[in-house]
């Protein structure tokens, strides 16, 4: 019996799943609530991502033989997170800097009036055009986030799907 590799399972579920996942930023952009951070929006993207990471888990384990170990689901989920995050790397620096380069400037400027209507005394007196210059250099975080995050949630629900869906007496 031939040996199943997860990598193919990895890439082609990953790029599928990260296909659907930038689909639906698409969507989000052209609908102009790609701003708002709902906690729908949230939601979706993470029942993406895990739906991904699922279904690409069962195909392994019915490719082979009804099989999966513990540590192959948890290498499946993390990688497919890998891939999805990568893509959304990548769309993400094509967004600000192609599509709409002014994003991060309007994302600051909504983060100031949210901030200045919840918790005015946060912003210090502070004006939106020194808010937009202090918060301009952490937006560069957002895509090593984007990246950790997604691969920590990848990886712990790998870890809870692994427990569930792993052979008898394997671990």
């Given at each position: 019996m031939e040996e199943i590799n997860t990598k193919k399972y990895i890439l082609e579920y990953g790029i599928w799943t990260g296909i659907v996942s930038i689909t639906f930023a698409i969507m989000l952009f052209f609908l102009e609530a790609h701003y708002e951070n709902s906690t729908s929006t949230q939601l979706i993207n993470g029942l993406i991502q895990f739906s991904g990471?699922?279904?690409a888990c069962?195909?392994?384990k019915k490719?082979?033989?009804n099989k999966i170990t513990w540590l192959?689901?948890?290498k499946i989920g993390t990688g497919i997170s890998l891939i999805i995050a990568i893509i959304a790397i990548i769309y993400t620096l094509l967004l600000t800097n192609f599509i709409e380069p002014d994003f991060m400037n309007k994302v600051l400027e909504l983060s100031y009036y949210d901030t200045m209507e919840q918790y005015p005394e946060a912003l210090a007196n502070m004006d939106l055009n020194?808010?937009?210059?202090?918060?301009?250099p952490?937006?560069?975080l957002t895509y090593p986030f984007i990246l950790f995050f997604s691969v920590l949630f990848g990886f712990v629900y790998s870890v809870i799907l692994g427990l569930f869906i792993k052979s008898?007496?394997?671990f």
């Open positions: 990471i699922t279904i069962l195909a392994f490719a082979n033989s192959e689901t948890r020194q808010f937009i210059e202090t918060s301009m952490w937006t560069y008898k007496n394997e």
